[in-house]
């Protein structure tokens, strides 16, 4: 069964600092992979997605992630963040078998927090 | 706008009793889902649709009841409601077998006493 851990579950950053979340994923085959972002008492975000080509893909808000199969990680990364990105960040791993992205499983997540 | 639709947002119930949760979206999306969110477990897939008619189990799906008649709403039921439900409930839809990424909405926080 595919499993994915944020090892995180809080971090504390100064607003204008790089940032990097780690993301662990267990699955058999090339998995789909996805980065959401909840901001409080809101639905989740999609901030970007991955399951072929480069491994570096580029999302919203200045968000980037890269894909390492050998280490089966997918961690997320902004040079520099800002006091609006305090939020909480779920890694997600998509079901190939049954069409991708079809049935999801999530991280328990990494509360962002920015210290101005 | 576009998106998808949650209701109600919040909702106390009583142990033993049924109710519905409502869901819409307006994107034309074939795939549709319900998740709970809980403290600690990150969001957990109760139910999925892939079309109008088609539905199928998720991680957690005792207890609940899904059906999905339109393409459009994707409703799910609690048939006896027990503490153990107490839980914010998101809804989520995507076209193109969601490789794309899901749409979620807003969610409904419900507290089960």
């Known amino acids: 069964a595919q499993s994915v851990t944020q090892p995180d579950i809080h971090i504390t950053v100064s607003e204008g600092a790089s940032l990097e979340l780690r993301c662990n994923y267990s699955?058999?085959?090339?998995?789909?992979l996805f980065w959401y972002v909840q901001s409080p008492g809101q639905g989740l975000q999609l901030l970007l997605k991955?399951?072929?080509?480069?491994?570096l893909v580029q999302g919203i808000k200045g968000f980037e992630a890269e894909f390492k199969r050998s280490q089966s990680s997918f961690n997320l990364r902004k040079p520099s963040v800002h006091w609006s990105d305090a939020a909480e960040y779920f890694c997600a791993v998509g079901d190939i078998l049954t069409g991708g992205g079809n049935k999801l499983t999530f991280g328990t997540g990494t509360q962002l927090k920015v210290e101005l | 706008n576009a998106g998808v639709t949650q209701t109600p947002k919040f909702q106390v119930l009583k142990t033993g009793q049924s109710m519905t949760l409502q869901c819409a979206q307006d994107?034309?999306?074939?795939?549709m889902s319900w998740y709970r969110q809980d403290p600690g477990m990150g969001l957990r897939l109760i139910h999925y649709?892939?079309?109008?008619?088609?539905?199928d189990q998720g991680e957690v799906p005792n207890g609940y009841n899904v059906s999905r008649s339109t393409t459009e709403d994707f409703p799910l039921r609690l048939l006896s409601a027990a503490p153990s439900q107490t839980s914010v409930y998101f809804c989520?839809?995507?076209?193109?077998?969601?490789?794309?990424?899901?749409?979620f909405g807003s969610g409904t926080r419900l507290t089960v006493v």
């Open positions: 991955y399951f072929s080509g480069d491994t």
């Open positions: 699955y058999g085959a090339t998995p789909y």
């Open positions: 994107m034309n999306h074939e795939y």
């Open positions: 989520a839809s995507s076209r193109d077998r969601g490789v794309d990424g899901y749409t």
């Open positions: 649709s892939v079309g109008a008619g088609i539905t």
